[in-house]
């Protein structure tokens, strides 16, 4: 049975990852969206005082993250989407081989005033390299059905 609304209780701790960051994916992303220079060349990279080497874009760390999210919790659940996000944080860049995991919280969750049968959850996440070092926060909100809901 997939989780559903019950199943996501404040305070629950979602595992998420592992998910290795591969240089030529970082490359061939920014390549597309996000053509700065330290993100598609290793000398830009390190030629760049804040980063010092090559580093994944931020959005292709959010990309990545929504790998993790997916595979973690919601392909296995009855996610209906979000209608937004709250904020994203980039605290440390990602470079080439870092092996990213994390933890998707639930903050708080409510039914739906208009659709009971629709549970709204407010999740808190974190996405950390191998160093322990936070490179992601985010908050966002995540509609899931209720069993109920999902049953109809």
């Known amino acids: 049975m997939k989780r559903a609304y019950e199943d996501f209780e404040d305070g629950l701790e979602i595992p998420l990852g592992p998910y290795t960051a591969e240089r030529d994916e970082m490359i061939a992303f920014a390549e597309e969206f996000d053509p700065q220079p330290f993100h598609l060349d290793d000398a830009a990279g390190g030629a760049n005082e804040l980063v010092g080497s090559l580093t994944a874009s931020g959005w292709h760390t959010c990309s990545m993250l929504m790998r993790t999210m997916a595979d973690g919790f919601l392909l296995d659940s009855t996610s209906q989407g979000s209608p ?63 069993r109920e809901g999902a049953a109809a």
Do not use: C, H
Not at 122 to 127: A, E, N, P, S, Y
Not at 138 to 145: C, G, P, R
């Open 84 to 146: 937004g996000v709250d904020f994203v944080k980039w605290r440390a860049p990602v470079r080439p081989g870092d092996r990213l995991t994390g933890t998707a919280r639930v903050l708080s969750r409510r039914l739906s005033a208009k659709r009971p049968t629709l549970g709204i959850a407010k999740m808190g996440v974190t996405l950390e390299n191998q160093d322990g070092v936070t490179v992601l926060e985010t908050e966002y909100t995540l509609l899931v059905l209720t």
